[in-house]
């Protein structure tokens, strides 16, 4: 089974820390993303990667941004975390080879900024 | 730019009826793909249907099929023999070809929360 593994469940920060989320994946996918998801706006794209090094802005990068050092690790780092930015954050990966759509996600992080 | 519209914040339907969440998009594009991913208490993401715009007929999968209108850009989920498990929130996503450029991203609707009840 693909697995992806975001590494804390809850999270409290305070405002004005960097803040690291970590993703892991164990299925050699090309693509990792990071969303965020809040009430009544659904799963917004913060930023996606291809391929180990790159990134690409999503539709709310602002505040935020990425690493992928490694194939099978995308981390989101939030520079200096602020209340609005208090929400729950989900990654997700796919194959990106040709007619293999599916998307697997993680079991998100609910980050709250004090 | 591509945006995807679910109506329905919230439903609920008894154990063992039907039910039918909507959703419509928009795009300028003739080749897509449309998912419903299930997000249950667990948080857990779930894949639970796809249809690929190309292709007239409906998806199907168990008690869940949609119905998809392409002319009128319009996606319905149906959930037949509606079961406890089926609780969570609903998703619709688009995606664009990846003959179009377009990198896998999924684009999400607002979600619909759907409580059934026994």
């Known amino acids: 089974d693909v697995k992806v593994t975001q590494s804390s469940r809850y999270l409290v920060k305070r405002t004005g820390e960097k803040v690291f989320l970590e993703c892991v994946q164990d299925m050699d996918h090309e693509n990792m993303f990071w969303y965020r998801q809040d009430p009544g706006l659904g799963l917004r794209l913060i930023y996606f990667s291809y391929d180990v090094k790159m990134k690409e802005k999503g539709d709310i990068p602002e505040g935020y941004s990425v690493s992928r050092e490694k194939k099978e690790r995308f981390s989101l780092i939030l520079e200096s975390a602020s209340t609005n930015q208090t929400s729950m954050y989900l990654c997700?990966?796919?194959?990106?080879?040709?007619?293999?759509?599916?998307?697997?996600f993680g079991q998100g992080t609910r980050l709250t900024v004090v | 730019a591509q945006t995807v519209t679910q109506s329905q914040p919230e439903m609920s339907v008894q154990e063992a009826e039907t039910v039918t969440l909507s959703c419509t998009y928009d795009?300028?594009?003739?080749?897509?793909?449309l998912f419903w991913y299930k997000q249950p208490p667990s948080r857990q993401m779930i894949l639970v249907i796809r249809q690929e715009a190309y292709k007239q007929q409906n998806a199907t999968e168990n008690r869940f099929s949609v119905n998809f209108q392409k002319a009128a850009k319009s996606f319905s989920l149906k959930i037949s023999d509606s079961q406890l498990g089926d609780t969570a929130m609903y998703f619709c996503?688009?995606?664009?070809?990846?003959?179009?450029?377009?990198?896998?991203?999924?684009?999400f609707g607002a979600g619909t929360r759907l409580a059934v009840h026994p």
């Open positions: 795009t300028s594009e003739n080749n897509y793909y």
């Open positions: 997700a990966s796919s194959s990106g080879q040709k007619g293999n759509t599916e998307a697997f």
């Open positions: 996503a688009f995606m664009k070809h990846r003959d179009s450029g377009g990198y896998n991203k999924l684009i």
